[in-house]
């Protein structure tokens, strides 16, 4: 569908779903923690949908840019991880999963939101409105549909790794954990050979029918 459109009409087709999808993910997390006891993210002004608070260059920026430009089909970013203090918890690790799980799960609920958008530009059948809707409505699912999926996945310091990590013995925490220093290596290895979009086409595709089913389309 947005094989049709030009780099610039992509760009602003993408440039609002992107920004949410990614600083709604990290205001998720600090707004679970802060409900948890811990109010690090609060005291730092991250709970806030201003994405210049949450802006990293290269997860928010050139990543994502780079990929709409490559036109590859699959665009995927992140933002600055708001602070969060595991010692604020009386359950640090069973606390820090569920802190992660509200990532993902703030992105499927985006998902849903864009979807409904996208089904009111179905239905309103006027061109020159319904089309910038169904757009970015399928721009919004599929970026956090992407979020939802990628930091499910086990690899720390993603949120599945947290996930994971909260059911976990002590021992087997403390020795997973040590690999987070190699994560961020090992996923960019995995996006650059196309294995991640390998492992992500199946569970993506009936997701997507999901969220498009719907969105009416």
Sequence with gaps: MMDELTLIQRIVVWILPV???????????GWVAKKLGDNTAADQGRLTLN???HIDVLGTLIIPGLLLLTFTGFVFGWAKPVPVDPRAFKKPRQAMAIV???GPLSNLL???????????????????????LIYSGVAGISINL???LINLLPIPPLDGSRIL?????????????RLERFGFIFLLILL????LQYLLAYPMYYAQQLFFSLAGM
Excluded: C
Aim: glycine share 4%.
């Design 51 to 53: 994405p210049l608070k």
């Design 192 to 195: 650059a050979t196309d294995v």
């Design 100 to 102: 992660a799980v509200a």
């Design 146 to 148: 992407v979020l939802a």
């Design 110 to 132: 985006m998902a849903a939101a864009w979807a409904l958008l996208s089904r009111i530009g179905v239905m309103l059948e006027i061109e020159y409105i319904s089309f910038p």
């Design 19 to 29: 920004i949410f999808a990614i600083t709604g993910h990290e205001v998720a997390h």
């Design 165 to 177: 990590s909260g059911v976990l013995s002590d021992y087997w925490a403390w020795q997973y954990n």
